[in-house]
């Protein structure tokens, strides 16, 4: 499935966030969204998804436009990982991740044998299948957003939108995710996902778009995309951009 933003106006209500974004997303593709916080990446999300009305332009799905398409439908075709969240009631993490299962059973359906062995399986896909019966309200915060992953892998969902994932995780847990990510890509899945590390673009991105204040100022693949230059210019701080011997492109910043 093509997602595609076309000539992009978005924001709340009375308050203008971002304008003129132009981008698409192939299945199988990984579109990485980099900018610095406030620059408009979770809004632009939140309009890709429908939750807020286009300010102008639109977002079209294979050729049609979002607001064609009931929620019901949306959901079947565009799985969301929020930003890291808490949950306030004590859900067992499969059941959480069965949730996912709903835009395919309607919501007074109970799950059915498959759904179970599909939420079981993104759980183990993400190495965290001895979580199934624990109560999300006693798992960390990286666990917890591990099965926030695992819930919209359940999904099943050809495209899939991201706000940063790896955010609350440690450095091996933004490893799984990250190989989750090339794997959905691999399955024809497209992913648009958003980061602050300019290293995760290099490592799993076929594109990176970067943003400020609610616009693209660059797009294109990581190593022609992001340079030294722009970094510099978005973020306001000094970075080296330098290739390893094993041939991993690395960022840091320059102190001093």
């Not at 698409?24 to 990446?41: F, Q, S």
């Not at 607001?67 to 565009?78: C, D, G, M, S």
């Not at 309200?137 to 926030?148: A, C, E, M, Y």
């Not at 706000?163 to 648009?192: C, H, I, M, W, Y």
């Amino acid at each position: 499935m093509r997602l595609e933003l076309r000539d992009l106006a978005f924001g709340y209500p009375e308050h203008p966030v971002g304008r003129d974004v132009n981008l698409t997303v192939e299945p199988g593709e990984v579109l990485c969204l980099l900018g610095p916080n406030g620059c408009g990446k979770t809004t632009l999300f939140k309009t890709m998804l429908g939750l807020l009305r286009a300010q102008g332009g639109e977002v079209l799905l294979d050729g049609q436009p979002l607001n064609q398409f009931t929620r019901a439908e949306v959901a079947q075709r565009i799985a969301y990982v929020p930003q890291a969240q808490t949950s306030p009631f004590p859900y067992i993490a499969l059941d959480l991740v069965l949730m996912g299962r709903v835009a395919h059973r309607g919501v007074f359906a109970g799950p059915t044998q498959e759904d179970r062995e599909l939420a079981m399986a993104a759980l183990d896909e993400l190495g965290i299948g001895d979580l199934a019966h624990r109560d999300v309200t006693r798992l960390s915060g990286g666990q917890r957003q591990l099965v926030i992953i695992a819930r919209a892998v359940a999904q099943a969902a050809p495209l899939m939108v991201m706000d940063e994932p790896t955010a609350s995780l440690d450095f091996g847990n933004q490893v799984v995710v990250l190989s989750d990510v090339k794997r959905l890509a691999a399955r024809g899945v497209g992913v648009v996902l958003s980061t602050h590390q300019p290293d995760q673009a290099f490592a799993v991105a076929d594109r990176v778009c970067l943003m400020r204040d609610g616009r693209i100022v660059a797009m294109g693949p990581p190593v022609e995309t992001l340079t030294s230059e722009r970094l510099e210019d978005v973020y306001g701080v000094a970075v080296s951009i330098e290739r390893t011997r094993s041939g991993q492109i690395v960022c840091a910043p320059r102190y001093g």
